[in-house]
Each structure stands twice: as structure tokens, then as C-alpha cells.
């Protein structure tokens, strides 16, 4: 156990379609309230047992994490935990105009970006019609301005919406010096209608890329890494493919995940989790909320991509992905 994912919010702005389809989740879709989720100090305290535990690297998801307000103190929070080394943040990028700046001074290390197309009307394909191309490109100037940098650019591959413009996805990070994952269209959840027939496989999204600007494939940066990652052979930069479903890293997994409610888990597709805000406001202690972490990692047997077929995996509960994050 090394990463932490943290959410700290179910709610989000966008309606991307393999996550939150309006269709779904609509204006009177609820939400979870306020007191329900992890106050900032308990995130605290739950990240500096997770720390002492060999945790070194967190981050920061939702749903959108910016819809949750003043989140810079959390980041000047978690910053303050011992062994923690790097502090990362996933998001659509719509309010980073107005909030990169006091993220970067809080201590926020790094920015993931979530951005499927350039092309407004595949943009709005895949992450629905409540922002737009150039909001999200806004929001990544703003973080460049802050400091951030290289930005990572993460783009979900769907065949038939928007696997014709890859290349240009891959252009745009080339010339602007962000670093491109494109991830492999998941099942994560129920609700995204997903079949293998609208998955791009990393072997075919690599030859894309390779015919327009020549690969080489480059090893990990570290033990439990999720992306193939390949750089440009005339020095331009990188991409990285994430390819859960054609090549499953089940094995090498690092990974905790916490919800904006306090429940954790030990895969993206678990089907239940084990509460630790409630242990925590009965008034447990820190020991007692470590042996707990310690024994829901240990007895963790998660490897759904590894078992994933369709007709095997189908039926299966599992929990949405903005609950608990990419």
C-alpha cells in the first residue's frame, strides 16, 4: 500500500457518460449531504494513519473535488502529514481559474486533467453539455500559471464517439508539453452501459499514435505504475496508456481508496467497503482504526480486471465511479 485515493465529494458539474449520464443522474438525482462526508480534520487524521503505514502518495478526487468548498485547506492540511510526499488532485478542470493559484500555495504538488476531445461535439459526446472544450482548456492555462506543470491530460477511449481524435489529442500535448494518458473504456459501476465492443485495446491506441509520431516504450517510473508509458523518438514529450482492460495490473496494485463518506476500498469495480468514519466518530483510536486498514488490506482478494468477461462480470454489484474516484 502506497497510494491513497481520496475523495472528497460525490458531486460533480460535468456529466460525462461513462461516469454520471444525465440520464441518470438528473437535477433531482441526491447527492449525499454535508455532515455525511469526512470533515477535513478527519481526512487528516485517517491520512496520517494510512502514512504510517507506507503511504507516501496521495490523491485528491471526487466526483469534481473543486465542487467541494475551500478544499486549499485540506491541501495545507494533508501537507502537514509526516511521510507524505507527493499530493496530486484529479479534475474537469472547469474552476481551476479561480482556485490553481491558492491550491499551488497550499501545497498541492500536482494536476490531473480529465479532457476526452478536443472537438466540441465529441467533447459534449462523452462528457455531456454543462461545460466545454474551452472552459476545460481555460482551467489548464490557469493551472500552468500557478506552476503546475507538466500537466497530465487523461483521456477516456470510447470506439465509435472519440477514438478518431486521438492524434489529435496526442498533437495538442506534444505542443504544449502535457503529458497524455489515454485510458481504456472501464466498467466501472453499472450505469455506463459498457460492452468490449467500445473498448480501443492500448495495442491499437499505441499504433495510432505510433503511425503520426514514431513511439518507443519506456519503463515504469515506479513498482505499481498503471500506464504503459511510451516517449516521442524525437524527444517531444511521452504518453501513457492505462489499459485495465486488455492488460489488467492486478497484481502490482498499491492502491486504497477512501469515499467522501469514509468508506474504503481495495479496487475501482469492489462491490462493498468498510466504514471508517463511523469507527472514527464512536470515538476510536488511532490504533484500533489502524488495525482495521491493516486488516481490510490484507484480506483483499480483488482482481476484477483479471476475471472481467461480460458474461461473468455483468451481474456484478459495483460501486459508481464518482463516489470513489478514477
Request: proline share 4%; hydrophobic share 40%; net charge neutral.
Amino acid at each position: 500500500m502506497r497510494d491513497l485515493r481520496i475523495s472528497v465529494t460525490d458531486r460533480c458539474n460535468f456529466r460525462c457518460t461513462y461516469c454520471m449520464p444525465a440520464e441518470v443522474f438528473g437535477e433531482r438525482y441526491e447527492f449525499l449531504h454535508h455532515n455525511e462526508l469526512l470533515r477535513f480534520e478527519e481526512l487528516t487524521r485517517l491520512a496520517s494513519i494510512f502514512s504510517g503505514l507506507g503511504v507516501s502518495k496521495l490523491r485528491i478526487t471526487g466526483g469534481e473535488p473543486l465542487m467541494r468548498k475551500q478544499l486549499e485547506k485540506l491541501i495545507v492540511l494533508l501537507r502537514q502529514v509526516p511521510g507524505v510526499e507527493d499530493i496530486a488532485m484529479t479534475t474537469n478542470a472547469y474552476f481551476l481559474p479561480g482556485k490553481a493559484a491558492a491550491l499551488r500555495a497550499a501545497g498541492l504538488d500536482r494536476i490531473t486533467v480529465s479532457l476526452d476531445s478536443l472537438d466540441p461535439a465529441v467533447f459534449h459526446a462523452m462528457n455531456g453539455t454543462k461545460g466545454t472544450v474551452e472552459d476545460v482548456l481555460k482551467g489548464i492555462a490557469a493551472a500552468q500559471a500557478a506552476g503546475f506543470g507538466p500537466i497530465k491530460i487523461n483521456t477516456v477511449v470510447k470506439r465509435g464517439v472519440n477514438d478518431h481524435t486521438l492524434v489529435e489529442m496526442a498533437r495538442y500535448c506534444r505542443e504544449h508539453g502535457h503529458i497524455l494518458r489515454f485510458i481504456e473504456f472501464m466498467d466501472v459501476g453499472t450505469r455506463n452501459g459498457w460492452s468490449m465492443e467500445h473498448v480501443v485495446p492500448a495495442q491499437e491506441i499505441m499504433a495510432r499514435i505510433d503511425a503520426a509520431f514514431p513511439l518507443e516504450p519506456l519503463p515504469n517510473n515506479y513498482y505499481g505504475e498503471t500506464a504503459l508509458r511510451y516517449r516521442y523518438q524525437d524527444g517531444a514529450g511521452e504518453i501513457g496508456i492505462i489499459a485495465s482492460v486488455t492488460q489488467p495490473f492486478c497484481g502490482s496494485c498499491t492502491r486504497m481508496r477512501i469515499s467522501a463518506q469514509g468508506m474504503i476500498y481495495t479496487c475501482l469495480f469492489a462491490a462493498q467497503g468498510v466504514s471508517l468514519r463511523d469507527p472514527l466518530r464512536a470515538g476510536a483510536s488511532d490504533g484500533e482504526l489502524e488495525q482495521l486498514i491493516t486488516r481490510t488490506w490484507g484480506l483483499r482478494v480483488d482482481r476484477y480486471s483479471e476475471e472481467r468477461t461480460e458474461e461473468a462480470t455483468a451481474a456484478r454489484d459495483r460501486i459508481e465511479m464518482y463516489y470513489i474516484g478514477g
